[in-house]
């Protein structure tokens, strides 16, 4: 065997074990124990390691998803299945579908890493992970009481075969035609809202302007530059380098490939975004405790690829209210003045006394207006400014209320699952959710429930006898 034929053998080798470190010699080095690009490299935030994971804003190594011909040693890596023998599942992967192959990496047994989703419970809210979009563990855990028994109303309901999760009989997205109630493969999963192979990416156009870029067939761009990272910490789109999207979110044209006997193709784009690198943990009331995402534009126009009918459509402000029962949301939804003003003062119940910064990711709003993008694309400034307030240093003011500021989808529900009903941030369900010095909860969540619900946060950081947090916007408390 020539040199040649054994240095050719020699890299296929490399790239069949999945050695993330051989697939990027020569440009950055990754940890070899977590798998994360080292600071200061060309993919990564400097300072932090976390801006790079897996994915790495795009398509990762294929053997960490898929298995090739057969499951190793006639199992797949799930540990939650039992092993057998030449079977292996849908579409190649490592996990008997879709969500128990993400979950494989992405869930667990306490929130040990920070891209944990899903903590892996069924009765105790010990561990739970704080992620923004909140924890998959809440639509496991038994809540005593009226009104929140079942695991239906707490979060998306992806089935993931390995960990337990069944999908939800006959579920239709609310306010929308969407209906992810299959069988087998084309059953509810994290694939229905996140793509996989993360071809969607923000594709410089020059070097202050992006457009969106998709596969074929979808109506975008053509992809001509390689994603080079991350999307959703605020790396920056170049002339020859694209980022991927934010969560690697699916865009226009999307259909999953369990879908495609019922396509259902998304209508729009993802929203920009960026998160800070530390987004999984306890939170309280300063700045430097919240996990703050600066959420830019087209959140709620992106959830309405599902929900196409809880949005701004037909709302009418008026003497006489609004038609259609529904609460605006999206980048038409523009706080009014006296919105604004209260929340840039609201403290709590009855404290409207407050000055300065007072966001809280309890009840988080976007900045469309201080963000030029139009769903098709934007500016790489405009992902500065975002990448600068996620990371603590908020010049444009985009972690404060404005009348360039508006509601979203995410201002009152987690994208995941929380604690309460309907995946809302807080307790819609009792008049008060503290009283003088203790949580008041009428659904048998206890005080550890609503601790981890509220993100490590006390009685004392909501506030005595505080009410619902629409009061946050609203002030009529």
């Known amino acids: 065997m020539n040199r040649m034929l054994k240095f050719a053998m020699a890299a296929v080798i490399a790239l ?51 298995v090739m011909h057969n499951a190793s040693n006639g199992k797949i890596r799930s540990t939650k299945v039992a092993p057998w023998t030449d079977a292996v599942p849908a579409f190649l992967l490592q996990g008997s579908d879709q969500s128990s192959t993400c979950l494989m990496c992405h869930g667990g047994k306490g929130s040990a890493a920070n891209s944990y989703i899903m903590t892996d419970t069924t009765q105790t809210v010990a561990g739970l992970n704080y992620t ?55 059953q509810f999963a994290c694939s229905n809202c996140h793509d996989p192979h993360g071809r969607y990416r923000m594709q410089g156009v020059s070097a202050t302007n992006w457009t969106w870029a998709g596969p074929t067939g979808t109506g975008l761009a053509t992809i001509t530059q390689p994603i080079y990272a991350s999307g959703s910490y605020g790396m920056l789109p170049t002339a020859t380098e694209a980022t991927g999207s934010y969560r690697l979110l699916a865009g226009r044209g999307y259909v999953p490939a369990s879908s495609i006997a019922t396509p259902f193709p998304f209508p729009n784009n993802p929203p920009v975004a960026v998160a800070p690198p530390q987004y999984n943990k306890t939170e309280g009331l300063a700045p430097s405790t919240q996990v703050r995402v ?51 003062k609201y403290v709590s119940s009855g404290k409207f006394s407050g000055t300065g910064d007072l966001y809280t990711s309890l009840v988080p709003f976007e900045s469309a207006g201080k963000v030029a993008y139009d769903g ?23 972690f404060i209320a404005s009348a360039q500021s508006n509601v979203m989808c995410l201002s009152c529900h987690r994208a995941h699952a929380s604690a309460f009903v309907a995946m809302v941030r807080w307790n819609p369900d009792d008049t008060f959710l503290t009283n003088a010095t203790q949580f008041v909860d009428t659904q048998g969540r206890g005080v550890d429930g609503l601790t981890a619900g509220y993100y490590g946060r006390q009685p004392s950081d909501l506030g005595a006898f505080q009410r619902s947090l629409c009061n946050k916007c609203h002030g009529k408390d």
């Open 376 to 398: 098709n694309g934007g500016t790489t400034a405009d992902i500065t400014k975002l990448a600068s307030a996620a990371n603590g240093s908020d010049t444009a003011g985009i």
């Open 132 to 186: 923004p979009g909140g924890d998959f563990g809440w639509l496991r855990i038994y809540m005593g009481g009226a009104g929140i028994a079942a695991e239906n109303y707490r979060g998306h309901n992806v089935a993931a075969a390995d960990f337990g999760f069944t999908a939800e009989a006959n579920r239709i997205a609310p306010g929308g035609t969407y209906s992810g109630s299959g069988s087998g493969a084309s």
């Open 16 to 66: 069949m074990s999945g050695s993330a470190q051989a697939q990027v010699t020569g440009r950055t080095v990754l940890d070899a124990n977590t798998n994360l690009w080292q600071p200061n490299g060309p993919y990564s935030n400097a300072t932090s390691a976390l801006t790079g994971t897996f994915h790495a804003g795009g398509v990762a190594a294929c053997d960490g998803c898929h």
């Open 294 to 344: 600066a959420y830019g534009s087209g959140m709620s126009e992106w959830c309405q690829n599902c929900h196409t009918n809880i949005h701004l459509d037909n709302y009418v402000s008026g003497a006489m209210g609004s038609s259609g029962l529904r609460h605006p949301a999206g980048q038409g939804a523009l706080l009014k003045p006296g919105q604004y003003d209260v929340y840039n």
